[in-house]
């Protein structure tokens, strides 16, 4: 069966501090990968997406980058952080087939306090 | 623009009672309709989800309901119980397009 992995669960950082937050997937491949961020009380928005290695698509504008260095690996990146960056970030992962992420996996979240 | 609409924010039911969701949406190139349900501190979890070619979906307890012509939908859990004590989240996906755009959360509460 397929898993997901996220890591750090939890973290604190200073304005202005790196962030590195790193996701894998087991049990698939050439699965399509996805970063999610979750700000407090609200829904969830799109931040990257990948379909392959080096492949990142961007949804929205901001102060963060991702990178896919390995099939099965996803990370979320930040060469300073803002405090507008706190939040709940989610990697998620869709079936190699499934090109229109119609079925997406998400896995336990990342909690990122920018202080 | 937040263009999928949730309400309520929050709900209390009772158990044995009917949960009601709704989500309204604005664009009708939106072709894909999934319900997530997470648990605190937990990632979201497909519940169940709708294309705009049918009206109702129904696994188990948790039905959909699409009104395509009023651009709106709803989850409704029949016979709620404690356990399904969570946040629901609405979503909308445009044809062709690989994001999910999704509704603002709805915090149920189940009392037992």
């Known amino acids: 069966s397929q898993t997901i992995h996220q890591w750090p669960a939890t973290l604190v950082q200073p304005v202005g501090s790196p962030l590195s937050l790193e996701c894998t997937v087991e049990g698939t491949s050439n699965p399509n990968l996805y970063w999610y961020r979750q700000a407090a009380g609200r829904g969830l928005q799109l931040l990257f997406y990948s379909v392959g290695i080096g492949q990142i698509s961007s949804e929205v504008p901001q102060n963060l980058s991702a990178s896919r260095p390995q099939d099965r690996q996803f990370i979320l990146s930040s060469k300073k952080l803002l405090l507008s960056d706190s939040g709940f970030y989610l990697c998620?992962?869709?079936?190699?087939?499934?090109?229109?992420?119609?079925?997406?996996?998400f896995g336990e979240g990342s909690w990122l306090t920018v202080v | 623009q937040q263009q999928v609409k949730q309400s309520p924010q929050s709900l209390i039911v009772q158990k044995g009672g009917i949960s009601i969701i709704n989500c309204a949406y604005e664009n009708t190139a939106f072709d894909y309709f999934p319900w997530y349900q997470q648990f605190p501190g937990k990632g979201p979890a497909l519940l169940i989800a709708i294309r705009p070619d049918v009206s109702e979906k129904k696994e188990g307890r948790f039905t959909i309901s699409f009104n395509k012509s009023a651009k709106q939908f709803s989850l409704h859990i029949m016979d709620s119980q404690p356990g399904d004590s969570a946040t629901y989240f609405c979503?909308?996906?445009?044809?062709?397009?690989?994001?999910?755009?999704f509704g603002s959360g709805t915090r149920l509460q189940v009392q037992p």
């Open positions: 979503a909308a996906r445009r044809r062709g397009r690989r994001a999910l755009t």
């Open positions: 998620a992962w869709s079936p190699p087939g499934d090109r229109a992420g119609n079925t997406i996996y």
